[in-house]
Protein backbone atom coordinates (compact mmCIF):
# COMPACT_ATOMS: atom_id res chain seq x y z
CA UNK A 1 0.00 0.00 0.00
CA UNK A 2 2.96 2.34 0.52
CA UNK A 3 4.48 1.97 -2.31
CA UNK A 4 0.87 2.43 -4.18
CA UNK A 5 0.48 5.88 -2.26
CA UNK A 6 3.95 7.04 -3.16
CA UNK A 7 3.07 6.40 -7.01
CA UNK A 8 0.00 8.40 -6.61
CA UNK A 9 1.87 10.76 -5.04
CA UNK A 10 4.39 10.69 -8.07
CA UNK A 11 1.44 11.46 -10.22
CA UNK A 12 -0.42 13.77 -8.96
CA UNK A 13 2.41 16.31 -9.37
CA UNK A 14 1.48 16.54 -13.17
CA UNK A 15 -2.98 16.91 -13.00
CA UNK A 16 -3.09 20.48 -13.06
CA UNK A 17 -0.47 21.03 -15.96
CA UNK A 18 -0.56 21.41 -19.67
CA UNK A 19 0.67 18.93 -21.90
CA UNK A 20 3.75 21.03 -22.83
CA UNK A 21 4.46 22.20 -19.22
CA UNK A 22 4.65 18.00 -18.06
CA UNK A 23 6.81 17.48 -21.01
CA UNK A 24 8.85 20.62 -19.61
CA UNK A 25 9.23 19.36 -16.58
CA UNK A 26 10.02 16.07 -17.31
CA UNK A 27 12.72 16.97 -19.30
CA UNK A 28 13.97 19.23 -16.67
CA UNK A 29 13.85 16.19 -14.18
CA UNK A 30 15.51 14.35 -16.73
CA UNK A 31 18.61 16.92 -16.90
CA UNK A 32 19.29 16.99 -13.39
CA UNK A 33 19.26 13.24 -13.13
CA UNK A 34 21.67 13.21 -16.11
CA UNK A 35 23.89 15.82 -13.99
CA UNK A 36 23.45 13.58 -11.10
CA UNK A 37 24.15 10.38 -13.32
CA UNK A 38 27.71 12.30 -14.61
CA UNK A 39 29.20 13.55 -11.16
CA UNK A 40 29.19 9.64 -10.27
CA UNK A 41 30.89 8.91 -13.58
CA UNK A 42 34.67 9.93 -13.91
CA UNK A 43 36.27 11.20 -16.70
CA UNK A 44 37.50 8.80 -19.87
CA UNK A 45 40.75 10.32 -21.19
CA UNK A 46 41.02 8.75 -24.80
CA UNK A 47 43.60 11.48 -25.90
CA UNK A 48 46.12 10.41 -24.06
CA UNK A 49 49.03 8.08 -26.76
CA UNK A 50 50.57 5.78 -24.23
CA UNK A 51 48.62 1.95 -23.42
CA UNK A 52 46.06 2.35 -20.68
CA UNK A 53 47.23 -0.44 -18.37
CA UNK A 54 50.79 -0.99 -16.50
CA UNK A 55 53.20 -3.08 -17.96
CA UNK A 56 53.38 -6.53 -17.04
CA UNK A 57 54.12 -7.88 -13.23
CA UNK A 58 57.52 -9.18 -14.43
CA UNK A 59 58.86 -5.81 -15.93
CA UNK A 60 57.69 -3.89 -12.97
CA UNK A 61 59.17 -6.42 -10.90
CA UNK A 62 62.94 -6.23 -12.90
CA UNK A 63 62.33 -2.40 -12.88
CA UNK A 64 61.85 -2.34 -9.45
CA UNK A 65 64.61 -4.80 -8.15
CA UNK A 66 67.20 -3.22 -10.04
CA UNK A 67 66.13 0.74 -8.91
CA UNK A 68 66.64 -0.46 -5.04
CA UNK A 69 70.07 -1.83 -6.26
CA UNK A 70 71.33 0.70 -8.69
CA UNK A 71 70.27 4.12 -6.98
CA UNK A 72 74.05 4.88 -5.63
CA UNK A 73 75.34 3.15 -9.43
CA UNK A 74 76.02 5.15 -12.90
CA UNK A 75 74.37 2.87 -15.68
CA UNK A 76 76.33 0.56 -18.10
CA UNK A 77 76.98 3.13 -20.89
CA UNK A 78 78.11 0.69 -23.56
CA UNK A 79 76.05 -2.75 -24.33
CA UNK A 80 74.16 -4.48 -21.62
CA UNK A 81 71.63 -6.82 -21.01
CA UNK A 82 68.52 -4.79 -23.04
CA UNK A 83 70.70 -3.95 -26.13
CA UNK A 84 71.73 -7.68 -26.32
CA UNK A 85 67.89 -8.42 -25.60
CA UNK A 86 67.30 -5.94 -28.88
CA UNK A 87 69.79 -6.80 -31.03
CA UNK A 88 68.70 -10.90 -30.25
CA UNK A 89 64.82 -10.01 -31.37
CA UNK A 90 65.89 -8.73 -34.42
CA UNK A 91 68.77 -11.16 -34.95
CA UNK A 92 71.01 -8.76 -35.32
CA UNK A 93 74.87 -7.73 -33.80
CA UNK A 94 74.47 -5.57 -30.34
CA UNK A 95 76.70 -2.81 -32.89
CA UNK A 96 74.11 -2.24 -34.89
CA UNK A 97 71.25 -1.15 -32.10
CA UNK A 98 71.03 2.14 -30.23
CA UNK A 99 69.57 2.19 -27.00
CA UNK A 100 68.33 5.47 -26.03
CA UNK A 101 65.18 7.94 -23.64
CA UNK A 102 62.92 6.87 -25.94
CA UNK A 103 62.00 7.32 -29.76
CA UNK A 104 62.09 10.82 -29.66
CA UNK A 105 65.58 11.79 -28.15
CA UNK A 106 66.87 9.29 -30.94
CA UNK A 107 65.19 10.83 -33.48
CA UNK A 108 65.94 14.36 -32.74
CA UNK A 109 69.93 12.80 -32.26
CA UNK A 110 69.91 11.57 -35.58
CA UNK A 111 68.19 14.56 -37.67
CA UNK A 112 71.34 16.65 -36.15
CA UNK A 113 73.70 14.33 -36.79
CA UNK A 114 72.54 13.51 -40.59
CA UNK A 115 70.62 17.06 -41.49
CA UNK A 116 71.57 19.68 -39.56
CA UNK A 117 71.23 22.88 -42.13
CA UNK A 118 69.51 21.21 -44.34
CA UNK A 119 65.81 19.98 -44.55
CA UNK A 120 63.68 17.12 -43.64
CA UNK A 121 60.71 16.27 -44.79
CA UNK A 122 58.05 15.09 -43.41
CA UNK A 123 54.47 13.82 -44.44
CA UNK A 124 51.75 15.75 -42.69
CA UNK A 125 49.71 14.88 -39.83
CA UNK A 126 52.49 13.21 -38.26
CA UNK A 127 53.49 12.53 -34.42
CA UNK A 128 53.18 15.92 -33.55
CA UNK A 129 56.84 16.52 -31.96
CA UNK A 130 58.71 16.31 -34.75
CA UNK A 131 58.77 19.20 -36.18
CA UNK A 132 60.26 20.57 -33.15
CA UNK A 133 62.55 17.97 -33.06
CA UNK A 134 63.58 19.02 -35.81
CA UNK A 135 64.15 22.57 -35.54
CA UNK A 136 65.82 21.90 -32.18
CA UNK A 137 68.23 19.44 -34.56
CA UNK A 138 68.91 22.50 -36.99
CA UNK A 139 66.68 21.05 -39.40
CA UNK A 140 63.52 23.18 -41.04
CA UNK A 141 60.81 20.37 -41.63
CA UNK A 142 59.03 20.36 -44.67
CA UNK A 143 55.60 19.06 -44.53
CA UNK A 144 53.83 17.10 -47.13
CA UNK A 145 50.48 15.81 -47.51
CA UNK A 146 48.62 12.53 -46.71
CA UNK A 147 46.84 10.94 -49.00
CA UNK A 148 42.69 11.50 -48.33
CA UNK A 149 43.04 8.10 -46.98
CA UNK A 150 45.59 9.25 -44.35
CA UNK A 151 48.28 6.95 -45.99
CA UNK A 152 51.21 8.18 -47.09
CA UNK A 153 51.91 9.22 -50.26
CA UNK A 154 56.02 7.94 -51.38
CA UNK A 155 55.63 9.45 -54.85
CA UNK A 156 54.44 13.01 -53.12
CA UNK A 157 57.22 12.57 -50.71
CA UNK A 158 59.61 12.06 -53.47
CA UNK A 159 58.64 14.84 -55.21
CA UNK A 160 59.04 17.04 -52.61
CA UNK A 161 62.80 15.99 -51.93
CA UNK A 162 65.28 18.89 -53.07
CA UNK A 163 68.95 19.29 -53.27
CA UNK A 164 68.75 20.86 -49.63
CA UNK A 165 66.60 18.12 -48.19
CA UNK A 166 68.94 15.80 -46.41
CA UNK A 167 66.54 13.55 -44.52
CA UNK A 168 62.85 12.03 -44.66
CA UNK A 169 60.83 11.12 -41.39
CA UNK A 170 57.94 8.85 -42.28
CA UNK A 171 55.93 7.11 -39.28
CA UNK A 172 54.76 3.71 -39.30
CA UNK A 173 51.75 3.41 -38.38
CA UNK A 174 51.69 7.33 -38.72
CA UNK A 175 49.97 9.16 -35.74
CA UNK A 176 47.46 9.87 -35.76
CA UNK A 177 45.96 8.40 -38.81
CA UNK A 178 47.15 5.01 -37.83
CA UNK A 179 48.00 3.97 -41.50
CA UNK A 180 51.30 1.62 -42.11
CA UNK A 181 53.88 2.44 -44.78
CA UNK A 182 53.98 0.06 -48.00
CA UNK A 183 57.18 -2.05 -47.31
CA UNK A 184 57.63 -2.91 -50.92
CA UNK A 185 57.19 1.39 -51.99
CA UNK A 186 59.54 2.04 -48.99
CA UNK A 187 62.30 0.08 -50.53
CA UNK A 188 61.39 1.70 -53.82
CA UNK A 189 61.44 4.83 -52.30
CA UNK A 190 64.66 4.72 -50.00
CA UNK A 191 66.69 3.35 -53.09
CA UNK A 192 65.41 6.09 -55.12
CA UNK A 193 66.99 8.56 -53.17
CA UNK A 194 70.38 10.32 -53.29
CA UNK A 195 72.90 8.67 -50.87
CA UNK A 196 73.09 11.49 -48.82
CA UNK A 197 69.21 11.70 -48.00
CA UNK A 198 68.66 9.30 -44.94
CA UNK A 199 65.36 7.97 -44.34
CA UNK A 200 63.86 7.43 -40.77
CA UNK A 201 61.04 5.21 -40.25
CA UNK A 202 59.31 5.95 -36.90
CA UNK A 203 57.55 2.35 -35.91
CA UNK A 204 56.58 3.78 -32.07
CA UNK A 205 53.58 1.90 -33.24
CA UNK A 206 54.42 -0.95 -34.96
CA UNK A 207 53.68 -3.71 -32.40
CA UNK A 208 49.60 -3.12 -32.89
CA UNK A 209 50.14 -4.12 -36.37
CA UNK A 210 52.65 -7.08 -35.91
CA UNK A 211 55.90 -7.58 -36.17
CA UNK A 212 55.71 -8.61 -39.89
CA UNK A 213 54.64 -4.54 -40.73
CA UNK A 214 58.18 -3.44 -39.45
CA UNK A 215 61.13 -2.03 -42.10
CA UNK A 216 63.22 -3.52 -39.17
CA UNK A 217 64.60 -5.84 -41.57
CA UNK A 218 65.16 -3.14 -44.53
CA UNK A 219 68.04 -1.99 -42.64
CA UNK A 220 70.05 -5.00 -43.72
CA UNK A 221 69.77 -4.09 -47.65
CA UNK A 222 69.52 -0.15 -47.80
CA UNK A 223 72.46 1.53 -45.80
CA UNK A 224 70.06 4.95 -45.57
CA UNK A 225 67.44 4.04 -43.78
CA UNK A 226 67.02 3.97 -39.72
CA UNK A 227 63.90 2.36 -37.76
CA UNK A 228 63.08 3.97 -34.93
CA UNK A 229 61.46 1.42 -32.32
CA UNK A 230 59.68 2.81 -28.40
CA UNK A 231 58.54 0.82 -25.47
CA UNK A 232 55.80 3.12 -24.39
CA UNK A 233 53.18 2.17 -26.30
CA UNK A 234 52.42 -1.38 -26.61
CA UNK A 235 54.77 -2.43 -24.29
CA UNK A 236 53.16 -0.05 -21.64
CA UNK A 237 56.24 1.30 -20.19
CA UNK A 238 56.30 5.37 -21.46
CA UNK A 239 57.08 6.38 -17.86
CA UNK A 240 60.66 4.47 -18.30
CA UNK A 241 61.52 6.57 -21.48
CA UNK A 242 62.85 3.70 -23.76
CA UNK A 243 63.40 3.48 -26.92
CA UNK A 244 66.00 2.28 -29.68
CA UNK A 245 67.19 2.46 -33.31
CA UNK A 246 68.35 0.02 -35.47
CA UNK A 247 71.07 0.53 -38.82
CA UNK A 248 72.45 -1.17 -41.01
CA UNK A 249 76.19 -2.11 -40.58
CA UNK A 250 77.08 1.10 -42.35
CA UNK A 251 75.77 2.79 -39.47
CA UNK A 252 78.06 1.37 -36.37
CA UNK A 253 79.63 4.41 -35.99
CA UNK A 254 76.59 6.71 -35.99
CA UNK A 255 74.60 4.78 -33.50
CA UNK A 256 77.58 4.61 -30.92
CA UNK A 257 77.29 8.95 -31.01
CA UNK A 258 73.46 8.30 -31.21
CA UNK A 259 73.57 6.00 -27.68
CA UNK A 260 73.01 8.46 -24.89
CA UNK A 261 76.58 9.36 -23.54
CA UNK A 262 75.67 9.19 -19.62
CA UNK A 263 73.65 5.98 -20.24
CA UNK A 264 70.04 5.05 -19.91
CA UNK A 265 68.74 4.28 -16.59
CA UNK A 266 69.51 0.96 -14.88
CA UNK A 267 65.47 0.52 -14.05
CA UNK A 268 64.68 1.38 -17.70
CA UNK A 269 67.16 -1.14 -19.04
CA UNK A 270 66.22 -3.91 -16.39
CA UNK A 271 62.35 -3.91 -17.76
CA UNK A 272 64.12 -3.86 -21.19
CA UNK A 273 65.73 -7.03 -20.60
CA UNK A 274 62.79 -8.23 -18.74
CA UNK A 275 59.79 -7.83 -22.14
CA UNK A 276 61.90 -9.46 -24.15
CA UNK A 277 63.84 -12.42 -21.97
CA UNK A 278 60.94 -14.71 -22.91
CA UNK A 279 60.51 -14.76 -26.60
CA UNK A 280 57.32 -16.86 -26.63
CA UNK A 281 55.73 -14.84 -24.05
CA UNK A 282 56.42 -11.23 -25.34
CA UNK A 283 55.06 -12.34 -28.77
CA UNK A 284 52.17 -13.54 -27.00
CA UNK A 285 51.25 -10.47 -24.71
CA UNK A 286 52.04 -8.31 -27.73
CA UNK A 287 49.61 -10.57 -29.83
CA UNK A 288 46.80 -9.96 -26.84
CA UNK A 289 46.95 -6.93 -27.23
CA UNK A 290 46.85 -6.33 -30.81
CA UNK A 291 43.69 -8.67 -31.16
CA UNK A 292 42.23 -6.18 -28.32
CA UNK A 293 42.86 -3.42 -29.68
CA UNK A 294 41.79 -5.12 -33.51
CA UNK A 295 38.54 -5.87 -31.76
CA UNK A 296 37.86 -2.51 -30.58
CA UNK A 297 38.43 -0.78 -33.86
CA UNK A 298 35.94 -2.94 -35.61
CA UNK A 299 33.62 -2.96 -32.32
CA UNK A 300 33.50 1.14 -32.96
CA UNK A 301 33.19 1.29 -36.44
CA UNK A 302 30.11 -1.08 -36.11
CA UNK A 303 28.68 1.34 -33.36
CA UNK A 304 29.22 4.40 -35.70
CA UNK A 305 27.20 3.06 -38.81
CA UNK A 306 24.52 4.85 -39.56
CA UNK A 307 25.80 7.70 -37.18
CA UNK A 308 27.35 11.19 -39.42
CA UNK A 309 30.90 9.75 -37.68
CA UNK A 310 32.88 8.06 -39.07
CA UNK A 311 36.84 6.84 -38.98
CA UNK A 312 39.80 6.07 -41.05
CA UNK A 313 40.90 2.20 -41.76
CA UNK A 314 43.93 2.07 -38.74
CA UNK A 315 46.71 -0.63 -37.81
CA UNK A 316 47.08 1.58 -34.33
CA UNK A 317 45.54 1.80 -31.23
CA UNK A 318 44.47 5.53 -32.29
CA UNK A 319 41.76 5.87 -34.63
CA UNK A 320 41.71 9.63 -36.73
CA UNK A 321 37.29 10.43 -36.90
CA UNK A 322 35.69 12.89 -38.40
CA UNK A 323 31.77 13.77 -38.00
CA UNK A 324 29.57 15.32 -41.06
CA UNK A 325 29.17 19.18 -40.62
CA UNK A 326 30.83 19.20 -37.26
CA UNK A 327 34.09 20.82 -36.61
CA UNK A 328 37.26 18.63 -34.35
CA UNK A 329 36.51 21.60 -31.67
CA UNK A 330 32.60 20.45 -31.79
CA UNK A 331 33.23 17.06 -31.25
CA UNK A 332 36.14 17.57 -29.36
CA UNK A 333 34.17 19.87 -26.94
CA UNK A 334 30.72 18.04 -27.11
CA UNK A 335 32.53 15.26 -25.74
CA UNK A 336 34.28 16.68 -22.92
CA UNK A 337 30.62 17.52 -21.47
CA UNK A 338 29.98 13.64 -21.72
CA UNK A 339 33.22 13.77 -19.91
CA UNK A 340 34.78 11.77 -22.45
CA UNK A 341 38.52 13.16 -23.96
CA UNK A 342 39.87 13.13 -27.35
CA UNK A 343 42.95 14.74 -28.95
CA UNK A 344 41.16 17.63 -31.62
CA UNK A 345 42.82 17.72 -34.79
CA UNK A 346 43.58 21.28 -34.71
CA UNK A 347 46.89 20.20 -32.83
CA UNK A 348 47.92 18.66 -36.33
CA UNK A 349 46.61 21.83 -38.25
CA UNK A 350 43.86 19.67 -39.23
CA UNK A 351 40.07 21.20 -37.95
CA UNK A 352 38.24 18.03 -39.06
CA UNK A 353 39.24 15.19 -37.42
CA UNK A 354 40.03 14.20 -33.43
CA UNK A 355 42.08 11.41 -32.44
CA UNK A 356 41.00 8.91 -30.32
CA UNK A 357 42.84 6.59 -28.58
CA UNK A 358 41.20 3.03 -28.33
CA UNK A 359 40.91 1.66 -24.73
CA UNK A 360 38.58 -1.64 -23.46
CA UNK A 361 35.07 -2.56 -24.13
CA UNK A 362 33.63 -0.27 -21.86
CA UNK A 363 35.54 2.90 -22.95
CA UNK A 364 34.41 2.17 -26.71
CA UNK A 365 30.61 1.60 -25.51
CA UNK A 366 31.29 4.56 -23.71
CA UNK A 367 32.16 6.77 -26.41
CA UNK A 368 30.10 5.24 -29.03
CA UNK A 369 27.16 6.76 -26.60
CA UNK A 370 28.65 9.79 -26.50
CA UNK A 371 28.98 10.00 -30.16
CA UNK A 372 24.98 8.84 -30.73
CA UNK A 373 24.20 11.72 -28.01
CA UNK A 374 25.79 14.31 -29.99
CA UNK A 375 24.78 14.26 -33.49
CA UNK A 376 21.18 14.28 -31.93
Not at 14 to 25: C, D, I, K, N
Not at 90 to 112: D, F, T
Amino acid sequence: MIGRHRLTGYYRQFEALSAAERSERLRTQRLQERSQELARVGDLDMSAAAWHEPPDPEIVNAATFALRRSLNRYPTTIGGPAVEAIARHHGIPVERVALGHGAGQLLQAALRELAAGGEAVIPWPAWSPLPALAGRAGVRPVSVDLAPDGTIDLDAVAAAVTESTRAVVLCSPSDPTGALVNLDGLRAFAGGLRPDVSVLVDEALVEFAGEEASAAPLVCELTNLLVFRSFSKAWAMAGLRAGYVLGSPADEELLAILTPGQGVATPTQAAVAAALEDPDRAAGRLERRRRAIAAERAHLAGLLAGTPFSVLASAAHYVWMRGEGMTAAQITHGLAEERVHVASGSSWGDEDHVRVTLRDRAATDRLAAALRRLSR
